[in-house]
Nanobody
Framework: VQLQASGGGLVQPGDSLKLSCAAS????????VGWFRQAPGKERDFVSV????????YYADSVESRFTLARDNAKNMAYLQMNSLKPEDTAVYYC??????????????????WGQGTQVTVSS
């Protein structure tokens, strides 16, 4: 599976942004899909993940109630809707996919495939 993240940009605090993750390959629907982010000088942090069928979705505490992850297996797409953005959300955002269990979904090392990242900058 090859992944390509897009949709990043420069926005002001309180604005919204929607990231997309486009996947190639017929097996996309078999994988969990996650979003991670990495700020300069920091580790890659978990943001959100959804199971292969979208039936269960989990979020980091820092984005709970502001971000929404959805997937459309028929289109080989996943989306991260980000609302009420804050300066601390500034980072490069990555989508990832893998055959993983719920127990390890929050660990970046558990994923098999990664997109190239898209920059999100929240600044006034």
């Amino acid at each position: 599976v090859q992944l390509q993240a897009s949709g990043g940009g420069l926005v002001q605090p309180g604005d919204s942004l929607k990231l997309s993750c486009a996947a190639s390959g017929r097996a996309f629907g078999a994988y969990a899909v996650g979003w991670f982010r990495q700020a300069p000088g920091k580790e890659r942090d978990f943001v959100s993940v959804t199971t292969w069928d979208g039936s269960h979705t989990y979020y980091a505490d820092s984005v709970e109630s502001r971000f929404t992850l959805a997937r459309d297996n028929a289109k080989n797409m996943a989306y991260l809707q980000m609302n009420s953005l804050k300066p601390e959300d500034t980072a490069v955002y990555y989508c990832a996919a893998g055959r993983i269990t719920t127990a390890i979904m929050r660990s970046a090392g558990s994923y098999d495939f990664w997109g190239q990242g898209t920059q999100v900058t929240v600044s006034s």
